[in-house]
């Protein structure tokens, strides 16, 4: 059988991958893509709309943080570690 090897790192994250057997790949990609801009748009409007509860400096960091590089990721991870406390 075809295999996939992968490992996940000491925070238990590892490569993200998946296949599927009715679409092409360029549908299957496009669907994640439209389904990511969706969270990530209602999580902005969440945020928005509670921004004075749980504090305009924390939410404002978020919304405004670069998330290109794995050093502005863990960054961002740490803010919403905060949030949730």
């Known amino acids: 059988l075809p295999t996939t090897p992968w490992t996940t790192n000491a925070d238990g994250r590892g490569p ?13 990609g496009l669907g994640f893509r439209l389904a990511s801009d969706v969270h990530v748009q209602l999580e902005r409007q969440r945020l928005t709309a509670l921004r004075e509860t ?14 290109r590089r794995e050093s502005e990721l863990a960054a961002q ?9």
């Open 77 to 85: 991870r740490d803010r919403v570690v905060e949030l949730k406390h």
């Open 16 to 28: 993200a991958w998946s296949n599927s057997l009715f679409e092409d790949n360029a549908e299957f």
């Open 54 to 67: 749980l504090g305009a400096d924390l939410i404002d960091q978020i919304l405004a943080a670069p998330q």
